[in-house]
């Protein structure tokens, strides 16, 4: 014969958690059923035998102790909260004026920052040189920290002229002569160049 | 005198507190934290975690004991903050290895009638703590809040947020799984 009691309802059976109509039918279909007998048996016997599993007790000292930690780090922590309180207290204070001059600051840094972007200067580096003669000079170039190439720089005192070759080929020269001169970017970059002759000298 | 103390009701407690008085909340320490510290460690099996997450227990309370409004009891608020703080631990951290928490059964709890192999030695209850541990956790919560925290289905419905009938339900599979288990075992 199918049972028809689902084990929950034994369970609430167990907890006396049904009315009396209901614990009147289930009493009397445990004295009947088995299976359900048998389930409300162990269910009983392992909540009585579980329930008297102890843990180890402590002793009051432990609790003494842990307490003590407890209100401890509570009072740590509100004196933490109060200082953290009024760090924000002064921050609300002045948060206009932080905010302001923070902008500022950001702004001036940006447009120090983006200088060398609107001015269309390079990042020329020499990295190695040597004297050949008064007047010349071997170079490694770097053009934003690339290797560009070996070049030489002449200065010729005689008719104050200076300019940087490659190869033997004349890239860009300069002279003291008044003359009207329209620069294609090359040639900007190469009078970039020839302005960190100070750097040439220094070295 | 200490027993004065812990039968202070909770509610004289909590307005003595909110009066700004700190004794008030010691008290409620001293009324709780053996309860909190054995559920805890029942629970995760580590002493030392224990008693830091029932410290921790103790400072939310403290911090959040003025939005507490009355509508459970103080013991149910506390379990679920310390639930709660046990679950992060749960999911978070990993396992270390279960000590033995427990002291050994008086002998004379071995019971004739009993279907089960009676809870006498160290590994019998070894073997029944795994069989709870390996329970999911809302199912192994809520048999043990019944079982050894002795809570009625109400309040475990409190301290775990969920329904009276959902509390039912995880426990009904709990109980089975360990009969069905511990059934194994004795074969």
Redesign the interface.
Known sequence: MKCNIKEIEIIKFAENLIDEYSKNKISAHLETCATCKNFYESYQNLFSELKQISIKEKDNDFYMQMKARILEKIQTRASQDTLLSKIKFILSSFRKKIIFSSSICIIILLIIASYPIFKGKQNVNVISYANLTDSEIDLILLYNGKFIDTMNYFKNNSVDSEFISSGGESLFYTTNEDEEVTLSSEENFYLELLDSKEIIKSL | MKDTKDNLSDSFLISEFLKGDDNA??SI??KY??RV??LV??FLKNEEVA?DI??ET??KL??NLRAFKGKSNLYTYIYRIAINNCKNYYYKETKSNPVF???L??SE?A?A????K??KTKED?LR??EIIDKLPYKQKTTFMLR??E?LS?KEIAEVMGFSINSA??N??IA??K??KE?GKIQK
Not at chain 2, 113 to 116: D, E, L, N, R
């Open positions: 909340f010691s320490v001293d934290q053996k510290y054995y460690l029942r008693q029932t410290q103790f400072i403290y911090q928490i427990y002291s059964p008086q709890m019971s009638y009993s279907p089960f009676t809870l209850i029944v703590s079982i050894f002795d289905f039912l339900v426990y009904h109980v089975k360990i009969i511990w």
